[in-house]
């Protein structure tokens, strides 16, 4: 049942996921109750649980303040088209997702809520969260640090470059964000990516819309613990190449990353594109991403042919704006050696 909108007010949703999550989703649960603002409703989808999640919703729902709706699928779904259902079925004007084993701090709703009402152009904004332990105790680590969304970086967004930050790696949380109804109708059906959860396809077409938003303050605990199915492991090194080995190669296998890179991107890209066909900043600053992974992935075998391609994406800046953000001064030219003579 849809809940009535107030005209002084946004309502507010929350779309909660649960799978086997006995162990912690009491702890989540108590810390929605303890809110200084409540939402008007809670969304539940549970993913074929085995364990006594469904009981302790069920008993949650018995009590709770505020409307309670369980769903339970009878088919796994797997989290991200669990999230995908259970933010189709929220009413309310404002979403905020949740986690079953985290612990939102009492202002979180009331914050962002605040936020987006302070910020009508803004269509989702997230926070920052602190990394806890699996008995929720401060490890000491923001989330942001993690996920290497320094002061500079945050800066580059400022100056308006949501879009060429997410592209560089996912800053997005799900559990910390919140977002407005209206952006549902091009989020969903959330597409299956390599490399991409729900979380982080929201925020690039809030990026590309340009109605991306982060509020600085951490607002909830982000519990990490052995059995999260999503958490903040740093993903596997790839494989190295020593130096004596980049001059012997065939040029094909110097190719192949940056191949596999543009073809990645190039699928990403067709899908923000068939929900936002406008052309916007942040879909100016992907095709131009797009394009040097297209140049340095088609350089000719002659080296003298690669010349012109690699001196036009030095001038034009693009080896020093997609080298990693923690290299040293040195690892754009490296980059640019490296296609002009590998």
Not at 33 to 40: C, R
Not at 77 to 83: Q, T, V, W
Not at 119 to 140: K, Q
Not at 191 to 220: C, M, Q, R, S, V
Request: with cysteine; proline share 6%; hydrophobic share 35%.
């Amino acid at each position: 049942m849809a809940i009535a909108s107030n005209p002084t007010r946004p309502t507010i949703s929350v779309a909660l996921c649960t799978y086997n999550g006995e162990a912690y989703l009491s702890t989540q649960l108590q810390s929605l109750l303890t809110q200084s603002q409540l939402p008007d409703e809670l969304i539940v989808c549970d993913d074929d649980s085995t364990d006594q999640t469904r009981i302790i919703l069920e008993k949650f729902a018995a009590d709770a303040p505020f409307p309670v709706q369980i769903i339970r699928n009878t088919t796994r779904l797997g989290y991200n088209k669990n999230f995908e259902k259970a933010l189709s079925l929220c009413s309310g004007d404002l979403i905020f997702i949740c986690d079953q084993d985290d612990y939102w701090l009492p202002e979180k709703i009331a914050t962002l809520s605040a936020y987006l009402i302070q910020h009508p152009e803004t269509e989702l904004v997230f926070s920052n969260a602190v990394i806890a332990d699996a008995n929720l105790n401060d490890t000491g680590r923001l989330f942001w640090d993690t996920v290497r969304f320094t002061t500079p970086i945050r800066e580059r967004w400022r100056r308006g470059e949501a879009m060429e930050v997410l592209l560089d790696g996912n800053r997005v949380m799900g559990c910390a964000s919140a977002l407005r109804r209206r952006l549902l109708t091009l989020l969903l059906p959330i597409p299956a990516l390599p490399n991409y959860i729900y979380d982080g396809w929201l925020g690039l077409i809030a990026a590309a819309k340009g109605t991306i938003d982060f509020y600085e303050k951490p607002l909830i605990r982000y519990r990490t613990h052995e059995k999260q199915q999503v958490g903040t492991r740093p993903p596997e090194a790839g494989k190295a190449v020593r130096l004596k080995d980049r001059f012997s190669r065939p040029h094909a296998e110097k190719l192949e990353p940056l191949v596999n890179k543009h073809r990645e991107l190039n699928d990403l890209y067709n899908e923000v594109r068939q929900r936002i066909p406008a052309r916007t900043p942040g879909t100016e600053q992907f095709e131009r991403r797009l394009h040097h992974y297209a140049r340095r992935s088609t350089m000719p075998t002659g080296r003298l042919l690669r010349l012109g391609p690699v001196v036009r994406e030095l001038l034009a800046g693009n080896y020093h704006r997609y080298a990693d953000q923690e290299a040293n001064h040195y690892a754009p030219y490296l980059a640019a050696l490296g296609d002009l003579v590998e």
